[in-house]
């Protein structure tokens, strides 16, 4: 059975390294194969341009838009795909006008944010920047982990962003004012129940989604090749209390901002919040933390998340997420190689896959489409 929802039509223009750009596909898997530097990350960033958020690179709108030899920028780029639906195909695209405004566009129409996309698309990815996750800086994690909640409720991403803006503005505040002692600033008063709503929407959505993705992972199909993880978020106030309502957050929050603003002018930044959380996650076969796990280890653990969140989301909302999975091969052996084509296969997503090397793909036979990518052109098979 194909995928109930899967891209057919894929183009580009004046985006990254590519002038112009087609693909062409029916439901099953399609591999990107090239050298380095041919351009097949550059189409799985297109791809996730389409959803909230900045693409798997978190580029810069000045960063994606062909730069030409001679050094100059394009105004214009574009990405546009059609996703097959089970209601039809829908027509989705994004990009920026010649005036340099982004746009969205659903059927011809423009829409008025990139979240009402997420109607129709969801999308998740691996790129071989995520290899040091569980090593790397918290931030990382937080990202991460917020994405997958994304995923599962669009709205969380303008929670998040709305929060860090809000969250900008106190700590300019603080840095304009003097702080007394029970001062009571009518701006910072506002600025901090405005956080405070965010942070309980973010906090709630975070300890719902870590539920739902647990116990999916914990149903982890092929527990021998993609280990199951166990996850928990790092505790929001330091006496290890978590609130059970948004309103007893939202008042602890208030009081602890308030009472806290000298300390936070003296360290330029808010040092408690929902911004702090890390999600720390265990080899559950092992009982070791992911950190101490081989490199492929690691990777394995991933794919399991991801595996595990893909139907988590497909099982929610109705929409199978497409997966774009960056240099998918590297690290991983080839009986994990082979689990992971059997699982996207019992998973029933469209998966887009990057490599340099076209064997790491062989086994997957009629299961995908094979697109050559050569000094930035797409090459149909
Ligand atoms: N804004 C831009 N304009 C023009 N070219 C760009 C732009 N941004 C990146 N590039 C170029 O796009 C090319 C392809 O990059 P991409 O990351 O897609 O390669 P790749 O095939 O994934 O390579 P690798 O196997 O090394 O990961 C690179 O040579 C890069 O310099
Ligand atoms: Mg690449």
Known sequence: MPPSHYISRLRLNSFRSYTSAAIDCNSSHIVLSGANGAGKTNVLEAISLLTPGKGLRRATISNIAQIDANGNCSVNWAIALTLETPNGPIDIGTGTSLEGVRKTRINGTNAKSLQEISAYIRLLWLTPDMDSLFRGPSGDRRRFFDRLVSTLIPDHSLSVSNYEKAMRQRNKLLSERMISENSNDNWLNAIEAQMAQYA?????????????????????????????????????????????????????????????????????????????????????????????????????????????????????????????????????????????????DALQAQCWMSGTDKILFESLGNRAQIFEVKLNQIIAP
């Open 200 to 344: 309980a929407a973010i906090y709630f959505a975070r300890i719902d989604s870590l539920g739902h993705l647990q116990s999916f992972v914990n149903q982890s199909i092929d527990e021998q090749a993609f280990p199951a993880s166990q996850l928990s978020l790092t505790a929001l106030f330091e006496d290890g209390v978590e609130p059970n309502s948004s309103a007893s957050l939202e008042a602890r929050l208030i009081e602890h901002w308030r009472k806290n603003r000298a300390l936070d002018k003296a360290a330029s930044r808010t040092t408690l919040g929902p911004h702090k959380l890390d999600l720390l996650v265990t080899n559950k076969q092992k009982n070791i933390p992911a950190a101490l796990c081989s490199t492929g280890e690691q990777k394995a653990l991933l794919i399991g998340l991801i595996l595990a969140h893909a139907r988590l989301v497909k099982k929610i909302t109705s929409i199978t997420p497409i997966l774009l999975l960056d240099e998918i091969g590297a690290h991983l052996d080839p009986q994990r190689r082979e689990a992971l084509y059997d699982s996207l």
